[in-house]
């Protein structure tokens, strides 16, 4: 009889929320100087070797706090459909900070709506980024430790908190067997993660009638949750890949591994926690200069020569670079 494999100790909470970008330059501008969080890594998708990946979290981009795009310059603009995370959920302190948040995006030239009127859910500032990626504001109720970017133009009690979690184009009940196999509960209409180093949760939504838009611009790619060590991740992945998904293999990405399952409400990671962003960078410069894994730095030249610049809106460092290079240089 096969060994069963045993359920290792609980993932460590939620590490970050990726979406996929065809203008960095605009991605970089309204997550960082708009939302004012952290441009926390300008590196390149570990997937191919030509693709800017850009991240963005709290000051020093701590798990639970991260947004990433992936780039597409190719990829056509999409609308979520069928089995989708529709929506990336963060969180804020209070209800003055959804009134806050709708000023900043109307002077922002950017849509909102707030959800207030129902007393049995949580009130929330809707929007989507300037591709189209829904995004909520939440006044929750999370037990996390706030996990804020500095940012002199916004007040410090209004700043973004955190990852609540993904809004997905499925039913709980489709999602449950999946969700409770990584250690997910089901508390009312949500499930709830209660991590080791923070609490995750996942809502939901009735399907609409069109597929999913996977690989879309505007569509919400993946949630990621941390694992800890990678001998931790492995035993994770190996585990969850005996429920009811299949699990990819653990993939390098240098500055965190990672493993892929689709689950019925949308692509789910599992990654270790480190070695973080200050792998190869000073806590004070990141995001200030185009950071690329030992197998890609041959690529420099060609890379900074070929890719779209990107300024940091936010620098902490005195010297803020373009795609690599001093910004007076370009």
Not at 194 to 222: I, L
């Amino acid at each position: 009889m096969a060994q069963k494999t045993k359920r290792p100790e609980k993932l460590k909470g939620p590490h970050h929320f990726t979406g996929i970008t065809a203008d960095v330059a605009t991605n970089v501008d309204f997550w960082c100087r708009v939302l004012g969080l952290r441009f926390v890594k300008n590196t390149l998708n570990f997937e191919t070797t030509f693709r800017y990946h850009t991240y963005f979290g709290d000051e020093e981009g701590h798990p639970g706090s991260v947004v990433t795009f992936l780039e597409f310059k190719e990829a056509p603009a999409g609308r979520p459909g069928r089995g989708d995370i529709f929506r990336l959920v963060l969180r804020v302190a209070s209800y003055d900070s959804l009134e806050y948040w709708m000023d900043r995006l109307i002077a922002n030239q950017t849509h909102s709506e707030m959800l207030r009127l129902d007393p049995t859910q949580p009130q929330s500032l809707v929007f989507q980024d300037p591709e189209g990626h829904d995004v909520e504001l939440m006044v929750s109720d999370s037990p996390n430790q706030p996990l804020t970017a500095e940012a002199d133009d916004i007040p410090a009690e209004h700043r973004i908190l955190g990852i609540e979690g993904p809004r997905s184009f499925t039913t709980l009940e489709e999602t449950l067997p999946f969700a409770q196999h990584i250690g997910f509960r089901q508390d009312g209409d949500r499930l709830v993660l209660d991590g080791s180093e923070g609490q995750g949760r996942w809502y939901f939504a009735p399907p609409p009638q069109r597929p999913s838009g996977d690989m879309h611009v505007g569509v919400w790619h993946h949630i990621a949750y941390g694992a800890g060590s990678r001998d931790e991740l492995q035993a994770h992945r190996d585990y969850a890949t005996t429920g009811p998904a299949p699990y990819t293999g653990i993939f390098d990405h240098y500055f965190f591994d990672s493993c892929y399952a689709m689950s019925p409400g949308g692509r789910v990671e599992l990654c270790t926690s480190g070695p973080g962003f200050t792998l190869d960078e000073r806590l004070e410069d990141l995001g200030d200069r185009l950071c690329l894994s030992p197998r890609v730095e041959p690529l420099r030249a060609k890379l900074e020569a070929e890719l779209t610049p990107i300024i940091n809106p936010r620098p902490r460092s005195k010297t803020p670079t373009t795609a690599g290079k001093p910004a007076a240089a370009i």
